[in-house]
């Protein structure tokens, strides 16, 4: 049987990155593209309950929705595509990295998360940077990754967060297997005045800082290298889970 490759994104129908990532896979088993009809960054697990989603056709295989990425993964797996689910699901490619604490904001990678949830092996891509992407280099990564996933598939409940440096091919340093890093909080929000003189509130004004931690998907980014990072949808803290046993059993004796 052939096989079938889901794309999503969260960056919208329209985007350049999105249609990278079709070109670069459809040689790989057939390509559906299920995205949200605009840009929806930063939307992330979010699933709309609250109203109805209309899915439009745009031309074979090519879907838009006017929904979140979560939206899209959850109507193709379910709806589009229920005769057969997908054997792997890429959401991206992004404009712009998804690393660190900000992955829990971001809806390329939620994506991701949905196919994951949904028992499908999953790959999120994104690219760093603001404008001149090399969605080449991204597409070159991102096909040698589909290309492991589907042979040797994922463990259940984890996908792979890859994210990309904005280098030409031949500057990129090689692929580095990463740990998830840290960002840097108490960046100000941007206070203003509107011009009915009402307050507003503007977050994420400025640039944000990332700890620098050895083996850390950002490092391993800045350093030039592509930044493979598995990430486990159990977010249980194991560790502390005995402890905190102990603790509340105490608490409750005494
Ligand atoms: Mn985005």
Known sequence: MSIRILISNDDGINSEGLYALYEALKDLGEVFVVAPDRDQSASSHALTLHRPLRIEEISKNIYSVD????????????????????????????????LGDDITYSGTVSAAMEGTLLGIPSIAVSLSGKDNFHFETASYYAVILARYVLEKSLPLGTLLNVNVPNLLKEKVKGV??????????????????????RKYYWIGGNELGFLDIENSDITALKQGYVSVTPIKLDLTDYDFLNKLKLDLKNLENA
Do not use: F, H, W
Request: aromatic share 2%; charged share 30%.
């Open 176 to 197: 580095k297997v990463t740990r998830q890093g840290k960002r840097l909080y108490g960046e100000p929000i941007v206070e203003n005045i509107d011009p009915r003189g």
């Open 67 to 98: 929904g979140t990425p979560t939206d899209c993964i959850n109507l193709a797996v379910n709806g589009l595509l229920k005769d057969r689910k997908p054997n792997l699901v890429v959401s991206g490619i992004n404009k712009g990295e998804n």
